[in-house]
């Protein structure tokens, strides 16, 4: 995303540009909640937190150098729910730590650190071993955040078997590089690539390469499209709010290059929802937490019936 995809509420101001129980649900026997790590291989674990019981299991992809728990903060909401504690009161929910994320200044990823920077492919191995070594069974619905959008889209698309549904919260899409003109992807490259305030010294802080990510997720929509499965696009109603000192070019391109990419998001497939929160800035999970989980609730239900 354009806006600090994680660090805290300082950084955020800076306009740091860092992109119920119901009727006929299927149930398991209860599983318990799971804080901790899990090994991948290679001498490297992630750090998860679980919790609720049924299926299918929704797994939250934050956005950019956010831990996991953004799902589940209330620090920075003004709202009493969390996305994690109301999802798992219908169905198996999980969050986790990408290396390099952080919670403010303070909570760094609690997962192995990895040298960056990274693509959104090398995420979606380190997504696709960790739901095996946990072990994740069944189907999965995936929820993405802005870059956690774009790794939950290329996560799909190599693995669509294993998806039966997916609900994107003010995702990246590959789109706005050719939404924007070269000389502003390039600065939002740069600003993305950049450290946080009061992060200088956490050398490990996430860096994605979003000119491999793209291509990327190009490669496998030209490969395989994304089959059919319930789909629901959150966008945000307002504006970033970044700081006038960008200058008003850059952000109205930025603003017009994002508004291009929720379309494109909502034209993947053809029974799509597209919902806009109009309350809400970026971080939709934090100003209107009740549409996110109203949307994964959605799409869970769907995928339910599609199982019967």
Same mark, same amino acid.
Request: with cysteine.
């Given at each position: ?51 609720? &019981?049924?299926?299918?299991? #929704? ?28 999802? &798992? ?21 609690? &997962? ?39 790794? #939950? ?138 549409? #996110? ?16």
């Amino acid at each position: 995303m354009p806006g600090v995809d994680g660090g805290t509420k300082r950084a955020l101001a800076a306009g740091l540009l860092i992109a119920f129980g119901a009727a006929g649900v299927p149930t398991a026997a209860a599983a318990p909640p799971f804080a901790g790590d899990v090994a991948i291989g290679g001498g490297r674990s992630l750090y998860m937190e679980c919790r609720g &019981s049924g299926r299918p299991t #929704v797994m939250l992809e934050a956005g950019l150098r956010s831990r996991g728990d953004y799902w589940s903060t209330r620090a920075w909401s003004s709202q009493t729910m969390t996305v994690l504690g109301s999802v &798992s009161r219908f169905t198996r929910v999980c969050e986790y730590d990408r290396p390099g994320t952080t919670m403010g200044t303070e909570n760094l990823s609690r &997962s192995t650190p990895v040298p960056m920077p990274r693509t959104a492919r090398d995420a979606v191995a380190d997504l696709h071993a960790l739901i095996r070594a946990a072990p994740i069974r069944g189907p999965i619905v995936l929820v993405g955040h802005s870059t956690g959008g774009l790794i #939950v889209r290329l996560y799909a698309s190599h693995y669509p078997r294993r998806i039966a549904g997916m609900v994107e919260v003010d995702a990246l899409a590959e789109g706005i590089q050719r939404a924007m003109t070269r000389e502003d992807f390039a600065r939002y490259y740069e600003l993305n690539a950049g450290t946080l305030p009061g992060l200088e010294t956490y050398t490990d802080l996430e860096i994605i390469d979003f000119h491999a990510s793209f291509r990327q997720m190009r490669r496998a929509k030209r490969r395989a499209p994304l089959r059919e499965i319930p789909l629901v696009v959150i966008s945000r109603g307002k504006p970033f709010g970044l700081p006038p000192e960008l200058g008003a070019g850059f952000i109205a391109d930025t603003e017009r290059a994002w508004r291009r990419g929720q379309r494109m998001l909502a034209a993947l497939l053809p029974d799509a929802r597209h919902w806009t929160a109009r309350r809400s800035g970026h971080y939709v999970m934090f100003d209107q937490p009740r549409m #996110v989980i109203r949307a994964i609730r959605r799409v869970v239900d769907e995928a339910r019936r599609a199982e019967r």
